[in-house]
């Protein structure tokens, strides 16, 4: 009876012994270990990236730059409050910017500030016009602030460009004759155009 009790509990021990060795080379159950998390190749790049915009996005949006408007004839000096001298012909003559007066172009004119005086000087034959022959003031002249100027294919006009001005002028060519109309509102900003031809 003894011997069978040896026996069998010999032989739960290498059981259990066998057991314990199963456990240690994996042959049991054995609790899950987590797995570290996978590196995503360009994770910190976006990471990165996603912090600036969101960086961006809190931050406030600069101001827009204001349009700057470019008013012809600011470059020529125009009237600031004091009335000077009609400009001479060298004062003219190295005067190179022109200024807005329309209908000029298509009738070969040449626009020009000094100071605060405008001059419309009509040279050439434009097409259909023909030679420019002479130029008259019709209104709101006679203080001493406009002249003209005629000669073999050219017709000059200079008046002072000031709040107030109303100056109707025709340049007359061979062929046509158009009214210039010199305006500038008392009491409102400088327009960006001087004048305005049209026919008639």
Same mark, same amino acid.
């Given at each position: 009876?003894?011997?069978?009790?040896?026996?069998?509990?010999?032989?739960?021990?290498?059981?259990?012994?066998?057991?314990?060795?199963?456990? &240690?080379?994996?042959?049991?159950?054995?609790?899950?270990?987590?797995?570290?998390?996978?590196?995503?190749?360009?994770?910190?790049?976006?990471?990165?990236?996603?912090?600036?915009?969101?960086?961006?996005?809190?931050?406030?949006?600069?101001?827009?730059?204001?349009?700057?408007?470019?008013?012809?004839?600011?470059?020529?000096?125009?009237?600031?409050?004091?009335?000077?001298?009609?400009?001479?012909?060298?004062?003219?003559?190295?005067?190179?910017?022109?200024?807005?007066?329309?209908?000029?172009?298509?009738?070969?004119?040449?626009?020009?500030?000094?100071?605060?005086?405008?001059?419309?000087?009509?040279?050439?034959?434009?097409?259909?016009?023909?030679?420019?022959?002479?130029?008259?003031?019709?209104?709101?002249?006679?203080?001493? &602030?406009?002249?003209?100027?005629?000669?073999?294919?050219?017709?000059?006009?200079?008046?002072?460009?000031?709040?107030?001005?109303?100056?109707?002028?025709?340049?007359?060519?061979?062929?046509?004759?158009?009214?210039?109309?010199?305006?500038?509102?008392?009491?409102?900003?400088?327009?960006?155009?001087?004048?305005?031809?049209?026919?008639?």
């Amino acid at each position: 009876m003894s011997g069978k009790i040896r026996w069998g509990w010999g032989l739960g021990l290498v059981t259990v012994l066998g057991m314990v060795a199963g456990c &240690d080379k994996g042959g049991g159950e054995t609790e899950a270990k987590p797995e570290p998390p996978a590196k995503t190749e360009g994770a910190d790049s976006k990471k990165s990236l996603t912090s600036e915009v969101d960086k961006a996005a809190k931050e406030p949006a600069a101001p827009a730059a204001s349009p700057v408007e470019v008013v012809p004839g600011k470059e020529a000096g125009p009237f600031v409050g004091t009335k000077s001298a009609a400009p001479t012909t060298a004062e003219w003559d190295a005067q190179t910017r022109e200024v807005t007066v329309h209908g000029s172009s298509a009738r070969m004119c040449e626009t020009k500030m000094v100071r605060e005086w405008l001059r419309v000087s009509c040279r050439g034959e434009p097409d259909g016009y023909g030679q420019a022959q002479s130029v008259t003031v019709l209104s709101g002249g006679g203080k001493g &602030d406009d002249f003209v100027f005629s000669g073999p294919g050219v017709a000059s006009l200079i008046v002072r460009f000031v709040p107030g001005v109303d100056l109707r002028a025709r340049f007359t060519w061979a062929l046509k004759s158009s009214t210039i109309h010199v305006y500038w509102p008392a009491g409102a900003p400088e327009t960006a155009y001087k004048g305005k031809f049209t026919d008639g």
